[in-house]
């Protein structure tokens, strides 16, 4: 079990358009969900903390605005990258924490390109 | 703040033993997790402490000691499979979110 999916899995936009990426946890209801950026050779990047039915946590230098997150049930998150532009391209990655439980489950990640 | 320390690389040969270290600085501790990530895909869920010991996997075993807010990645009968980044992670004060060590590259040579 503890499987989570991300869509879509790559995805290449021209600069100024919004892109929504899916996360949802399969088989296991996630209490909450996180949001990640990862740069080529870098390690993963925490952008924002979600719990369902409130509003995300962003951490520092994260712009809420540009970033949408919405949790809306136990099993889903969106994560909208809004007005996109070529240095918001990146590996975007999901993952869920089971409720009760310390472990982190992963997507499979989202590749961004904006053009 | 919380910062997480990791050798950038580490090279061995199939069948070795490899041993990747870890420390942490946070301002609260409620866990030591290990993730490898190969490269192009995204992380998968290797192992967590959250008391002092060694937890043990099958090849892959990991220890912690909190006093000395240290841990290792042991991989045992190293394969070529094994060539990937692999990262430590921590829970913060809050206990809500992680932060990701810098990763270490490892790669089994033949």
């Known amino acids: 079990g503890a499987v989570v999916s991300q869509h879509p899995s790559w995805v290449i936009c021209k600069s100024g358009t919004s892109v929504k990426i899916e996360c949802r946890s399969l088989?296991?209801?996630?209490?909450?969900m996180f949001w990640y950026r990862q740069f080529p050779k870098q390690s993963l990047m925490l952008m924002a903390t979600?719990?369902?039915?409130?509003?995300?946590?962003?951490e520092q230098g994260v712009e809420k605005d540009k970033f949408l997150i919405n949790h809306a049930s136990l099993t889903l998150s969106t994560l909208t990258v809004t007005s996109a532009h070529p240095e918001d391209s990146s590996f975007y990655i999901c993952?869920?924490?089971?409720?009760?439980?310390?472990?982190?489950?992963f997507g499979p990640g989202t590749r961004l390109t904006v053009l | 703040g919380q910062s997480l320390e990791q050798p950038s690389e580490v090279t061995a040969v199939e069948g070795a033993i490899v041993q990747i270290n870890c420390t942490y600085q946070?301002?609260?501790?409620?866990?030591l997790s290990w993730y490898q990530q190969h490269d192009g895909g995204a992380p998968t869920f290797l192992s967590y402490?959250?008391?002092?010991g060694l937890e043990e996997t099958g090849r892959f075993s990991s220890f912690l000691s909190r006093s000395d807010s240290y841990g290792y990645l042991l991989l045992q009968e190293l394969q070529m499979k094994d060539s990937a980044s692999y990262f430590c992670?921590?829970?913060?004060?809050?206990?809500?979110?992680?932060?990701f060590g810098p990763g270490t590259r490892l790669s089994v040579l033949p």
């Open positions: 946070t301002s609260g501790f409620y866990g």
């Open positions: 088989d296991f209801q996630a209490t909450t």
């Open positions: 402490n959250a008391l002092d």
């Open positions: 993952s869920a924490r089971r409720r009760s439980t310390d472990t982190q489950y």
């Open positions: 992670a921590v829970r913060d004060n809050y206990g809500q979110n992680f932060v």
């Open positions: 979600s719990n369902e039915g409130s509003k995300a946590t962003y």
